[in-house]
């Protein structure tokens, strides 16, 4: 069939994100971007929503509906319920299909820490979800690739990739990844460490959504020259009545801290490992966030200051890695080093 449908405009780029997940058809660019949310009726097992209304549901569902998150960490917790998110992407990514138009194939990303049984995970989801063919690459490289580093040259580039569940570090030249971290510690992590402040100092007891809000809206890895403030509303945990607080950015980047300093580590060990002829690229080219997480106010000085080398944040860090997947595509690149089929 590839013979005929080799070049067929419906393939498609996947970012599976634990967060969330952006689609990109061959030729029209990202038509999806919603989160990896599906919302299932435990009574039956049915699925009821998936993406933007299966979030809305989070924290507010009757007992008998539970949305959930089916990637935790980068990498597959619920199988049957991850297919059934593909399967809605796949086929709201498509066009009307007939009985001639063939399935897509499909470039999904993977963290480069996951195992062999992860990746066959992924690709099995993929294809029973509907695909033709699917291909996996490493998400900092697709993240390079959709930035526009230079990964196929003997220079080394320096990619982070913050996503919500995984922090992917790699050092790439040659197409290759010549050093890499990645930890499960980036975006989820955040939410969690400001969920867990508030109710330890204000006995406020928040949702996975209000900690993400205050986040984007107060979170920092250095001080402000301007701090910032936000009103909060939960339940106290003591009286079980609604409350509110105002709570500052001060605290809350003490709270990031741990996770901060943790993500700091997997980039100075990456940089402990990396080749020295590649390391004096990195103190030329510096390196370049990416991802979700990168969208932290002050990550990038606090990461120069920590390791003395200099950090830039990508213009376009939400959408590297489906554009890298996409480029792939575009460039039927399939045979070179950059994916991997587990067909």
């Not at 009821?48 to 549901?57: C, T």
């Not at 063919?133 to 690739?145: D, V």
């Not at 955040?190 to 979170?219: P, S, W």
């Not at 969208?295 to 939400?318: F, H, I, K, Q, W």
Request: some cysteine.
């Amino acid at each position: 069939m590839d013979m005929f449908f080799g070049q067929y405009d419906g393939d498609l780029a996947i970012d599976l994100g634990t967060a969330n997940t952006l689609v990109s058809v061959r030729g029209k660019g990202i038509v999806i971007r919603e989160p990896s949310v599906v919302a299932i009726d435990k009574n039956d097992e049915r699925i009821l929503a998936v993406g933007i209304e299966a979030k809305r549901m989070l924290g507010r569902t009757p007992g008998n509906i539970v949305a959930v998150r089916p990637l935790k960490d980068g990498v597959i917790a619920d199988f049957d319920v991850t297919e059934a998110m593909l399967r809605y992407f796949i086929d709201k990514a498509s066009e009307k299909r007939y009985p001639w138009t063939p399935r897509p194939r499909v470039v999904v990303c993977v963290p480069s820490g996951v195992t062999s049984v992860e990746k066959r995970a992924v690709f099995e989801a993929t294809i029973q979800a509907g695909a033709r063919q699917a291909y996996l690459i490493e998400e900092p490289m697709a993240a390079a690739i959709g930035a526009d580093l230079p990964v196929e040259e003997p220079t080394g580039s320096m990619v982070i990739d913050i996503g919500g569940g995984t922090t992917e570090v790699a050092v790439i030249a040659m197409g290759g990844i010549v050093v890499s971290q990645s930890i499960r510690i980036a975006g989820d992590e955040f939410d969690q460490a400001i969920l867990q402040h508030v109710r330890d100092a204000y006995n406020l007891a928040i949702g996975e959504r209000t900690a993400e809000d205050i986040k984007i809206k107060v979170g920092s890895a250095v001080p402000l020259k301007d701090e910032l403030d936000v009103e909060v509303n939960g339940r106290d945990v003591i009286s079980g009545l609604p409350k509110t607080v105002r709570i500052e950015s001060e605290e809350i980047r003490r709270a990031l801290n741990k996770p901060l300093d943790e993500m700091t580590k997997a980039v100075k060990d990456a940089l402990d490992a990396t080749p020295p002829d590649l390391a004096s690229d990195l103190m030329y080219y510096g390196i370049l966030l990416t991802g979700g997480g990168a969208m932290l106010r002050g990550l990038d000085v606090r990461l120069r200051d920590e390791t003395g080398v200099a950090v830039n944040v990508s213009p376009t860090a939400l959408d590297n890695v489906v554009n890298g997947c996409a480029r792939v595509l575009e460039a039927n690149a399939f045979d070179g080093g950059f994916v991997q089929s587990n067909a």
